[in-house]
């Protein structure tokens, strides 16, 4: 069956390959048929080798080359010993970034199982989403709420979770500021969660005015496209200077543009995977009291809470669906940077 997987040469782009078979289902997994896949950054990271090689860490399952993909929906086809007791055949279900976990350490008895040091990745220690059928461990495969459409439901699965968290590990509370560093994927669900679940208001800086415009049209209020204008004076003057600022630009001149335009006591939240340092201004950091966070996209919980809010039309994820054999020209467009919300792999026209 057809499937991308990273090249050994770790290019950033992945290999379309039609001969690919999933491993055989353990104790507990369930087979899904695969139906849509959205295209996330981090796919792109892993497929450039920035976390180090995908094919060389973790299970190799039988297969050589890992498959990218964490913005997966798909469809239960078979149930492995144990899996009814989770799932049944037919049931629509999600496939994260956050794989599985022990199930028992301090972090995943405790609500942060994402940071369980056993933790297994889609797409980059464990094979994820982007082939036409993939395994599912049934216990942390979250189900994808009936009313929500499946294309839509992809970008939930990474960016809308992803965001959600981010804004609840920021503290956002009703009337206070936001601001959203890359309008991206991830970018412009963070404003939508901010915007109509979070009651906040919204400044949203990027370098491409559709996305600044679809910002607008979600409910971002203070808008500054950053090839043309001082981002910081500008925040800081329309705003007042924001409480949190979410980070979501695959770029560390952001990281401190965003300390920047905080208010005393404000929180930077850390959520794009650029590679280098942060550079954090010692003073301000101390004389304004400055949290630094990071997030990392989100437990089923949260998964589960961030579905709801889109299968009641409170966030609206910004998607366009795409052929199976264009996915380098698709990476080659979120390089660029010129994808306004997802573009969103079809398996089900294969
Ligand atoms: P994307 O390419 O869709 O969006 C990035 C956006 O940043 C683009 O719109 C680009 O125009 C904008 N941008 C670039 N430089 C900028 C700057 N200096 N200031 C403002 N905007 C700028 O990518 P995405 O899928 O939204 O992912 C973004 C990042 O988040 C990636 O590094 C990805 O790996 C990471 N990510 C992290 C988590 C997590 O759990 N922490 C989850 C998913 C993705
Ligand atoms: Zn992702
Ligand atoms: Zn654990």
Same mark, same amino acid.
């Given at each position: 069956?057809?499937a ?5 040469v770790n290019?950033?782009?992945? %290999?379309? !390959? ?22 996330c ?10 976390f ?15 498959v =990218?993909g ?23 279900v ?5 794989? %599985? ?5 301090d972090?995943c !008895?405790s609500?942060?199982e994402?940071?369980?040091?056993k933790?297994r990745?889609?797409?980059y220690?464990? %094979?994820g ?8 461990n ?10 929500l459409d499946? !294309?839509?439901?992809t ?5 809308g979770?992803?965001m959600y ?16 560093h890359?309008a ?9 969660y901010a ?11 990027d370098?491409?005015?559709?996305k600044l ?10 808008? !500054? ?9 500008k ?10 600022a979410?980070v ?10 965003a ?10 939240v850390?959520v ?9 201004? =010692?003073?301000k950091?101390v004389?304004?009291?400055i949290?630094v966070?990071g997030?990392?996209?989100g437990t ?10 889109g299968a ?5 994820? =910004?998607?366009e ?6 996915m380098n ?9 010129? =994808?306004?919300?997802?573009?969103v ?6």
């Amino acid at each position: 069956m057809k499937a991308a997987v990273v090249r050994n040469v770790n290019d950033g782009y992945v %290999d379309l !390959v039609d001969d690919w078979q999933p491993r055989a289902l353990s104790f507990g997994d369930a087979l899904v048929d695969i139906e849509y896949v959205g295209l996330c950054h981090t796919d792109l990271h892993c497929a450039n080798g920035d976390f180090g090689d995908p094919n060389k860490i973790g299970e190799r399952n039988g297969n050589f080359r890992r498959v =990218i993909g964490h913005e997966g929906v798909g469809r239960v086809a078979k149930l492995g010993e144990g899996a009814d007791a989770y799932l049944e055949v037919g049931d629509r279900v999600s496939i994260a970034w956050f794989y %599985d976990a022990c199930g028992v350490c301090d972090y995943c !008895v405790s609500g942060n199982e994402t940071f369980c040091r056993k933790v297994r990745n889609s797409g980059y220690t464990i %094979d994820g989403a982007m082939s036409q059928q993939a395994v599912v461990n049934a216990k942390y495969a979250v189900k994808v709420p009936e009313g929500l459409d499946p !294309v839509e439901a992809t970008s939930i699965t990474c960016a809308g979770v992803t965001m959600y968290k981010a804004l609840k590990v920021g503290e956002t509370k009703p009337g206070e500021w936001v601001s959203v560093h890359g309008a991206g994927g991830l970018g412009n669900l963070a404003v939508q969660y901010a915007h109509s679940v979070f009651g906040a208001h919204v400044a949203v800086i990027d370098g491409n005015d559709d996305k600044l415009a679809a910002a607008k049209a979600n409910g971002a209020e203070v808008l !500054v496209n950053r090839k043309k204008e001082d981002v910081v004076a500008k925040v800081n003057e329309l705003t007042g200077g924001v409480h949190n600022a979410q980070v979501t630009a695959v770029n560390d001149a952001a990281f401190s543009q965003a300390v920047n335009v905080l208010r005393p006591m404000g929180k930077l939240v850390a959520v794009a995977l650029p590679q280098g340092d942060m550079a954090l201004n =010692i003073a301000k950091t101390v004389l304004d009291g400055i949290e630094v966070r990071g997030s990392l996209v989100g437990t089923r919980a949260d998964l589960k809470e961030a579905f709801q809010f889109g299968a009641e039309g409170k966030v609206k994820p =910004i998607v366009e669906t795409v052929a199976f054999q264009d996915m380098n020209d698709i990476i080659d467009e979120m390089k660029a940077g010129s =994808i306004t919300g997802r573009k969103v792999i079809d398996f089900t026209t294969l």
